[in-house]
């Protein structure tokens, strides 16, 4: 009965030390979300989507990519070079959620974005995320290109 007892309350304290780490980490969102919600430009837009997108895109990869979306069609005429980071975020994103093609797509809009600024990390960073998921499709002549 005594080791009963023990089982049940380190099970209960394990719940308890889970759900706190569950709830902190959507209270971090929730800041994160806010401060988008209030930034003054663009870049300060941009850089807490990223910085959300980045720590959260395991987690909850479906909202990353709502907010990124939401982003992008409330700013269509809007392309800066913080742009290509929301772009190859959403590939990382997609790439993790088991959407190779949509992966592959975002890239490409990062890599052609990156073209278009003369951006030469960024065209790089790209062609070689392309590159891996088309080498872990088995996609090896593809990878290559």
């Known amino acids: 009965m005594r080791t009963f007892i023990s089982i049940i309350t380190f099970l209960f304290s394990l719940l308890l030390v889970c759900g706190g780490f569950a709830s902190s980490k959507d209270?971090?969102?929730d800041s994160l979300l806010?401060?988008?919600k209030n930034a003054r430009d663009n870049a300060s837009k941009i850089s807490t989507l990223v910085a959300y997108g980045k720590e959260y895109r395991y987690i909850y990869?479906?909202?990353c990519i709502k907010y990124i979306d939401l982003y992008f069609k409330a700013n269509k005429n809007v392309l800066t070079k913080e742009n290509e980071?929301?772009?190859t975020l959403s590939g990382d994103v997609y790439w993790h959620l088991g959407k190779p093609e949509t992966s592959i797509k975002k890239y490409m809009e990062?890599?052609?974005f990156c073209k278009s600024i003369n951006n030469k990390k960024g065209i790089s960073q790209n062609l070689g995320n392309?590159?891996?998921v088309e080498m872990e499709q088995g996609n090896y002549p593809e990878a290559l290109v």
Request: no cysteine.
């Open 85 to 87: 980071a929301l772009l």
């Open 130 to 132: 392309i590159g891996y």
């Open 61 to 63: 990869p479906d909202s």
């Open 27 to 29: 209270l971090k969102a």
């Open 34 to 36: 806010k401060l988008v």
């Open 110 to 112: 990062a890599y052609e």
